[in-house]
């Protein structure tokens, strides 16, 4: 089944067409900037450019930025505090007729992992760490995802361990992969601590360079790198989408 994906980020919008049998996009991406303010209905917008673009008329699926409850905004996020309390499903769906499944963005890529990637067939509790600007989680057992985990917003000295420990504060301290993995050490000993997960699977650009800083990770659980590529918000997104669909 062909479905479209659209990755909905800080900067930009991000859309294709994805084969959801083999996790591949089948049209180029088309990519338009995230409005300024990126208020509902501006974003709204966008999403409707990106569907006329494909001529897409079916149902879609949307990877989100923010924490999310049954398709209805938690907090803004780094979009706008408008977005508190929006139903992104019903707005879009207001805007372009279509149905909708928005799931938070980190969702989406660890979804493309665990269907594509590293993740195929990995069963128990798996987490799936993404190091980015901050640190994003997909949390999955036997497969199945326990959707919206937040796990880079655990707390450490009183602010959210991404603060600490993301791969955008190494680059601002200039840390070395050396000190780097120290503090990666406390985060994964705490997320060990009260989640016992059976695998990690590092997403994000640090995942290339897990050699780097593995060896300052003591932890009991094995930790692999993604496979996944720039795509994967994209796919993930529109696998949430045929997950719905073959629910309903």
Avoid at 2 to 20: R, Y
Avoid at 147 to 155: A, C, I, R, T, Y
Avoid at 232 to 244: D, F, S, V
Wanted: hydrophobic share 40%; charged share 25%; proline share 4%.
């Amino acid at each position: 089944m062909e479905i479209l994906g659209i990755d909905i980020g800080g900067t930009g919008i991000k859309g294709a067409i994805v084969n959801t049998e083999k996790g591949e996009l089948v049209t180029e991406r088309f990519r338009i900037p995230t409005p300024k303010p990126a208020i509902p209905q501006e974003v709204a917008k966008v999403i409707a450019k990106i569907v006329s673009h494909f001529n897409y008329n079916g149902v879609v699926g949307c990877g989100f930025p923010t924490p999310l409850s049954h398709g209805v905004c938690k907090s803004g996020g780094n979009l706008h505090e408008a977005w508190k309390d929006t139903n992104v499903e019903e707005l879009f769906t207001d805007k372009t007729g279509l149905k909708y499944t928005v799931v938070n963005d980190a969702d989406a890529a660890a979804i493309a992992e665990m269907n594509f990637g590293a993740g195929i067939n990995k069963k128990g509790l798996v987490a799936v760490i993404t190091l980015g600007t901050g640190i994003g989680s997909g949390l999955f057992y036997d497969g199945i995802l326990i959707p919206n985990s937040e796990l880079g917003h655990v707390s450490y000295k009183n602010e959210a361990f991404e603060k600490y420990a993301a791969d955008s504060i190494r680059k601002k301290e200039d840390l070395s992969y050396r000190k780097w993995g120290k503090r990666l050490n406390k985060y994964f000993n705490h997320i060990e601590l009260i989640l016992s997960p059976d695998l990690f699977i590092i997403g994000g650009g640090a995942s290339k360079k897990l050699d780097r800083y593995i060896d300052q990770i003591k932890i009991a659980a094995p930790i692999i790198p993604a496979e996944n590529k720039n795509e994967a918000g994209i796919i993930g997104a529109a696998m949430a989408a045929y997950h719905e669909y073959l629910k309903n």
